[in-house]
């Protein structure tokens, strides 16, 4: 495994089977980064320590740092995907 591959990716979820542990406040473990790949659609990411929102989409995925709370919300129809990374990804965030 390379340095920007992920060790493990969630299924590709949509508007109707996004979990609900999703959509509400939730974080990744200490140590661990995730990348949310909007593969069709948007979502609604809300970062909530320092609180931000930002509207993601196929271009503009989202960084998640560990042990941030956060939460996403589909805004329409959408197909998403969350990788995850034991380092800091941003290198290879695109």
Known sequence: M???EPYK?????DETTLPAGLRREHRTKPGVWGIIRIL???VRYCVLDPLSDTVLDPDNPGLVRPDQPHLVEPLGDIRMQVEFYDHDPQT???
Do not use: E
């Not at 990716?9 to 979820?13: A, H, I, R, S």
């Open 40 to 42: 069709s659609g948007r």
């Open 2 to 4: 390379t340095a920007s």
């Open 92 to 94: 290879h965030f695109a």
């Open 9 to 13: 990716c969630t299924p590709v979820f």
